[in-house]
């Protein structure tokens, strides 16, 4: 059960965390202003994922807590094989990421 927890939290916690790196040519690094901060919306949404995708990224992605891996895009490798709750939870994630991005 912790497992499948600290999998769920991993998830949501990289694409978060993620710092720019330099440009793939060497160059300067991507503009940091790309993200909008976390609005109360987009974070209450990002916990209902958490939820809702616990046990898909038990089954699906039960390496994704490990060092180096990438949760978010294990499951979007398995879109077509997450269940109905964890779809919805992941699109209104979506949805409140873009409600986000508009209000800034």
Do not use: K
């Not at 060497?26 to 939820?51: F, I, K, L, W, Y």
């Not at 919805?88 to 508009?102: I, K, S």
Request: with cysteine.
């Amino acid at each position: 059960m912790r497992l499948a927890l600290a999998a769920a939290l991993a998830l949501f916690a990289l694409p978060a965390a993620a710092q720019p790196g330099p440009a793939p040519d060497g160059g300067n690094p991507p503009p940091t202003s790309a993200h909008a901060p976390a609005t109360p919306a987009m974070m209450a949404a990002r916990h209902a994922a958490h939820e809702a995708c616990a046990a898909d990224m038990t089954r699906l992605c039960p390496d994704a807590a490990t060092a180096g891996s990438h949760p978010m895009q294990c499951l979007r490798q398995h879109m077509s094989d997450i269940s109905a709750p964890c779809a919805q939870a992941l699109q209104a994630m979506r949805a409140a990421r873009r409600a986000g991005q508009t209000q800034g």
